[in-house]
């Protein structure tokens, strides 16, 4: 009889997220049992209605009660974290252990964290601008639905600081889980939440296994006398579904503004370099058609973001962690931002990345042809990109998730 997992889940459930955490693999060796937590977290649940074949079964988990019911009725052997680490995961693991279901928790794609520098300029730009505080997020996650508009200066700082001190206390706590595995990718991935855990699989990430994936099928043939394109990342900063679900305001308010600008920025690379920007458009698009009429014509592509950039002149991106895919390709990399997303919750993120990875910095309302300046690849930052948040050293290709399965299948034997 397979073991049993149970995936504790605080997203909607999407084609997407199915191959990201290699349900196929897992269900090989293991049988699958879904909770949607989305209720226990207080997250909007509407999106939730994808369900896989290789998954048994699918729970709507509303409290902490019901999941110890739950998890009891089941008797799981593992219970794999895809929420991370939130106030809820103390007590979800207190039940855990009350029932003796290993955790196994994940970061099989680290994500770049603001600058501390980054998160104050925030703060004193969200503080001493008016037209900032309309925008002012309140931390780095972003703003609930509610007195959005009717912030103010004290307030605001008040909010900040409180919110930064209870996220320290929270990791604090975090730190005393002891997971029964880990499975990291990248020097980043092993953080204050996974490096206490039993077992720890170094892996690639999922971004570094699908850009594999793509070579190995000898899909890439790309060269530079091939190249007809530029491609920019979209991220969605306007109407994602993730937002809602978060329940956290976009970043973006002003959207007729925001598109003008970032279409004129794109006439602008086009003239320059001759050729077309291709979007790859982001998977949680709610209504991809009329989206999609926000860039004026151009062509958008869903679900093909590594092979557009693998392919492509040039990469225009926000705060994607798709910016791994040009990282690999050694692409050269713009970063775009605007006034908005500045004094938004993301604003820190954009700039923390291009300083990361070394890209041309852009605020599209501050845009001038005159004193534009593409930086040249900085191969030393690309490379410390690779080994913190894609792969520490070369994999053989396989799905992050394949290394964990083998972890598992190995320990249950010995068990056995």
Not at 73 to 79: E, G, L, R, S, V
Not at 149 to 173: G, H, P, W, Y
Not at 215 to 243: E, P, Q, R
Not at 334 to 355: M, W
Request: glycine fraction near 4%.
């Amino acid at each position: 009889m397979k073991p049993t997992i149970v995936l504790l889940s605080g997203t909607s459930w999407s084609p997407h997220h199915h191959k990201r955490n290699g349900i196929e693999f897992l269900s090989k060796n293991f049988k699958l049992v879904y909770f949607n937590c989305l209720p226990l977290l207080n997250r909007n649940n509407s999106y939730s209605d994808f369900h896989s074949k290789n998954i048994s079964t699918f729970i709507e988990i509303s409290n902490f009660d019901q999941l110890h019911r739950c998890l009891n009725t089941i008797q799981p052997d593992y219970a794999i974290d895809l929420i991370g680490p939130t106030r809820e995961m103390l007590q979800i693991n207190r039940i855990l252990d009350d029932l003796s279901v290993k955790l196994i928790v994940q970061n099989i794609g680290p994500i770049q964290v603001p600058y501390r520098s980054e998160y104050w300029k925030h703060l004193l730009r969200c503080i001493f601008k008016k037209r900032a505080i309309k925008a002012y997020s309140g931390n780095l996650i972003g703003q609930k639905k509610s007195n959005l508009f009717t912030q103010v200066k004290i307030k605001a700082l008040i909010n900040t600081l409180f919110v930064n001190m209870s996220e320290k206390i929270l990791r604090v706590k975090l730190r005393r889980i002891k997971p029964y595995a880990a499975i990291v990718a990248g020097k980043k991935g092993l953080s204050y939440y996974t490096k206490n855990a039993k077992f720890t699989v170094e892996c690639p990430s999922y971004d570094y296994y699908r850009y594999q994936l793509l070579s190995k099928k000898l899909l890439i043939k790309h060269t530079k006398k091939d190249v007809k394109y530029i491609v920019f990342i979209d991220d969605n900063l306007t109407s994602g579904s993730d937002f809602d679900i978060l329940n956290v305001i976009e970043p973006i308010q002003d959207k007729q503004l925001y598109f003008t600008k970032l279409n004129l920025f794109f006439d602008h690379l086009e003239f320059l370099y001759g050729c077309p920007l291709v979007i790859s458009g982001h998977p949680s698009d709610k209504n991809r058609e009329q989206y999609s009429s926000n860039f004026q014509g151009r062509t958008v592509v869903y679900d093909k973001t590594a092979e557009l950039v693998s392919g492509s002149l040039l990469v225009v991106i926000q705060a994607s962690t798709a910016v791994s895919f040009a990282v690999q390709s050694m692409k050269t990399i713009i970063s775009v931002t605007s006034n908005e997303l500045q004094d938004s919750f993301i604003g820190p993120q954009i700039r923390s990345l291009s300083k990361k990875v070394g890209s041309t910095y852009i605020n599209i309302d501050k845009f001038s042809p005159a004193s534009f300046r593409i930086q040249k690849i900085n191969e030393k930052k690309y490379l410390r990109y690779l080994n913190e948040y894609i792969a520490i050293s070369k994999f053989e290709c396989k799905h992050p998730i394949e290394f964990l399965s083998a972890l598992l299948k190995q320990n249950s034997l010995l068990n056995n």
